[in-house]
């Protein structure tokens, strides 16, 4: 690979084009698949258990085939956003997923009325006993699901309803600017910069501009919610997390103890939150009044993502060997990806390297190209595709690490059944930031001086937005469900509901100085609620809790690794491998974890909890 390419995926592999024959075959055979599909259900279940068989035979079919024409339709669209044919072809795979989700209605149906067949099934077909926890979620799932039509007029009101609110909230947010024609998202991105005057500036913008829109916010998050609490009820979910920790495969008991550990931890991040206040205000690096002085040292909110400088660089520029600062080539991030793999087993470093010389990688940034990143895996060829947008910058290396970890999160599964390529959030998240954690890491062990602390703060600003500000976000959510029970809800509820949450979670590692009146924090953020797109999307309820999962449960394995060496690598392949057909309890109980239990959870934060101390006594020393 040249030193200065930045490649463009291939996609030979998959399709050649559109237009090619490969394409209209696969497209035909789907549309056969779903008519045999349709005939089976319409077929006589004498004998189930052969039916179900032949069933589960089309159903992988149907799965192998769908994805990997889904998964070609985005990618080729989200490189070329203004090619109509790409839209169009993304619309017909909008029908396609609801004619199989119409006939998996119809399957759920059938499955539990003969639920009772089951053992009799497993008797005369002992290999698809990996089926068993899929089948019983599916049967799980259709004793909360309203009659066929009620389902589907609840489906077709949600697009004047639910859908038309969360639309609602995506365009006033897509399409506020500031005075100049900045963007609200652009706004948003200067949390990020150096300039601190930039950084507050920009934060007051983004409230002034929520606030002038918080009728219509408040309508849509009141109005979503208030129909996803009468949906729940007629669905028999008991509480708005219920339908959220079936979809997770997650028992409340497990939730209880990690959300318990994140609670217990909150003192050492908001140590570290005022230790960074203080790092800001001695570096001249904020333009708070107060945040970070005796009397308030707790972090001004528009500051929690600023870079850090050394308040004893006195000006200098940073070394030109700073991993922070320098400029990467794409070749040398791949290198150092790999590297980082390898140094924990062959077989990661092996798939990144076949990832790299296949050309599974888009990084080029040009136009009509989706921003951010992301991994889509294929069924067909059982291989992947990454999306990223190469700056040369230090996180362009995290993120680079992160995607291919999802990527090999899927390579772990080669041998499985389509069926079983679906995995929930909860485990999503875990191969990819089990890589992130391996680069930094790393990098931390390896960097010096001041360049350390950058690198701990990037490191701690990532993984208390992770837990805490998610933690704060399924507060507020749980006390919306709650709230909303009894009566609707304006934006001033919403704000005050925000506050409370922000004052449960990060309590005084936010600065705590108060407005004349005594009514409100001056430098937090009441408006949260308006700007996280996933509360206004009714199939995301509690979307939060999932990354602090995978957060902490990577951290927990790395942990692991550090103690068993390289064996442990057989055993989290095989984790991986398993993420398709069971609970995320028994999944984890296979590989000696009891993710029931808070002491697994610790595990995972001590090792930030040593990041802190470090972060907090170089703190001491220059202040």
């Excluded at 056969?32 to 052969?50: G, V």
């Excluded at 500036?201 to 009141?222: C, G, M």
Aim: aromatic fraction near 12%; charged fraction near 30%.
């Amino acid at each position: 690979m040249s030193e200065n390419i930045i490649p463009r995926w291939n996609l030979d592999s998959l399709y050649p084009s559109l237009d090619s024959n490969e394409y209209k075959n696969d497209l035909a055979e789907l549309e056969k698949t779903f008519s045999d599909i349709q005939k089976l259900l319409n077929a006589d279940k004498k004998d189930f258990a052969k039916w179900l068989n032949d069933y589960i035979n089309l159903l992988n079919q149907e799965v192998y085939l769908f994805k990997t024409l889904s998964a070609y339709a985005y990618i080729i669209y989200s490189t070329d956003t203004t090619n109509q044919t790409y839209m169009n072809n993304l619309n017909l795979m909008d029908k396609y997923e609801s004619q199989s989700i119409q006939l998996s209605i119809q399957f759920s149906s059938i499955l539990t009325e003969n639920k009772d067949c089951l053992p009799d099934f497993f008797k005369k077909y002992p290999e698809r006993k990996e089926y068993e926890y899929v089948l019983n979620e599916i049967i799980e799932e259709k004793n909360h699901q309203m009659s066929a039509k009620e389902e589907e007029l609840a489906s077709k009101m949600s697009h004047t309803g639910s859908s038309a609110w969360s639309l609602l909230q995506e365009q006033i947010i897509s399409n506020l600017q500031d005075e100049n024609g900045k963007t609200f998202n652009e706004l948003r991105n200067d949390a990020n910069e150096a300039d601190p005057q930039l950084r507050k500036s920009s934060w007051e913008k983004e409230v002034a501009l929520l606030a002038q829109n918080r009728i219509a916010f408040a309508a849509a998050l009141n109005n979503l919610k208030g129909e996803k609490i009468t949906l729940n009820e007629k669905r028999g979910w008991k509480e708005g997390i219920d339908n959220a920790l079936f979809n997770s495969r997650l028992s409340k008991k497990t939730l209880d103890a990690l959300i318990g550990a994140i609670e217990d931890s909150l003192p050492i991040w908001r140590k570290y939150f005022q230790a960074k206040a203080a790092l800001l205000r001695a570096s001249n690096s904020t333009v708070s009044k107060s945040a970070g002085s005796k009397e308030h040292p707790g972090i001004a909110f528009y500051d929690l993502f600023a870079p850090i400088s050394d308040p004893k660089a006195c000006g200098k520029s940073d070394s030109k060997d700073s991993l922070i600062s320098k400029k990467w080539t794409f070749k040398e991030a791949c290198d150092y990806v790999l590297k980082e793999y390898y140094s924990f087993s062959k077989n990661m470093g092996d798939f990144a390297k076949n990832a790299m010389e296949k050309e599974w990688i888009d990084a080029e940034v040009r136009p009509g190209k989706v921003g951010g990143a992301y991994d889509e895996d294929f069924p067909k060829g059982h291989q992947s595709r990454i999306l990223s947008n190469f700056t040369g910058t230090f996180s362009d290396i995290i993120t680079l690490a992160h995607e291919l970890g999802h990527a090999f999160h899927f390579s772990c599964m080669k041998d499985k059944a389509p069926l079983f390529f679906n995995y929930p959030m909860t485990l999503a998240e875990t191969a990819s930031t089990f890589a992130e954690t391996i680069v930094k890491q790393d990098m931390i062990a390896k960097s010096g001086d001041f360049d350390q602390m950058r690198i701990l703060d990037l490191d701690l600003t990532d993984t208390s937005q992770v837990l805490v500000d998610i933690l704060c976000r399924y507060y507020f959510e749980e006390s919306v469900f709650q709230a909303r029970k009894n009566s609707e809800l304006t934006a001033d509820d919403f704000c005050r509901l925000m506050q409370e949450a922000q004052e449960k979670s990060y309590g005084d590692g936010l600065n705590n100085e108060r407005n004349a009146d005594n009514t409100n924090y001056t430098e937090r953020h009441d408006y949260m609620w308006a700007v996280k797109g996933h509360y206004y999307i009714t199939s995301l309820d509690f979307y939060n809790f999932p990354y602090a999962f995978g957060q902490l449960f990577a951290a927990g394995l790395y942990q692991r690794a550090k103690k068993e060496g390289p064996e442990f690598a057989k055993t989290y392949e095989e984790l991986l491998s398993q993420t398709g057909n069971q609970s995320c309890e028994d999944l984890c109980k296979k590989a000696g974890f009891d993710i029931s239990s808070k002491d697994f959870w610790k595990s995972g934060i001590d090792m930030y909890a040593k990041e802190v101390e470090k972060y907090c006594k170089y703190v001491e020393e220059i202040k």
